[in-house]
């Protein structure tokens, strides 16, 4: 077997146990995988701005999400999943956050991943705890 064999192997494999764990829907629209939507791997934390290729900073998505979202955070996206009526799987991402911030506690390294992931957390916190009361 190759080297980018291999690769691939690995990379299925954590799609698939990403469906496995998350659902086989979309974690940002909510459709259900089938013939004509295709999970991918979705990177919690884009590769592009330190995110590691770990299960933990993986979700699955369909194509269009995938390709739509770009680099945009986390928070950005959740929002503009809801904009559009979608209904986001917040429960799982939220999850893999999580997972993803203790996973890069235990394994180290991943400093521009690490600063990522508490801002993404910070902001769902505040997301969550919802507006302040009149007069507060």
């Known amino acids: 077997m190759r080297p980018d064999d291999r690769r691939q192997v690995a990379r299925a494999e954590r799609l698939r146990l990403a469906v496995e764990r ?5 974690v940002w629209c909510g459709r259900a995988f089938g ?4 999970p ?5 934390v884009p590769r592009a701005k330190g995110g590691p290729s770990w299960l933990e900073n993986e979700v699955p998505a369909c194509r269009r999400c ?15 999943c809801e904009r559009r009526g979608w209904h986001p799987d917040e429960a799982a ?11 890069i506690a ?6 521009r991943a690490r600063t990522y992931v508490a801002s993404q957390r910070r902001r769902l916190e505040h997301r969550r705890a919802g507006p302040p009361a009149p007069g507060a």
């Not at 991918?40 to 919690?44: A, D, F, Q, V």
């Not at 235990?106 to 400093?111: D, L, S, T, V």
């Open 106 to 111: 235990e394994r180290g390294g991943q400093r």
């Open 22 to 26: 998350d659902g086989a829907r979309c």
């Open 66 to 80: 995938n390709a739509e979202r770009g680099h945009r955070g986390v928070v950005e996206w959740l929002e503009e």
């Open 93 to 103: 991402v939220v999850r893999s956050l999580d997972a993803l911030d203790r996973a």
């Open 40 to 44: 991918t791997r979705e990177h919690l």
């Open 35 to 38: 013939p004509l939507v295709h």
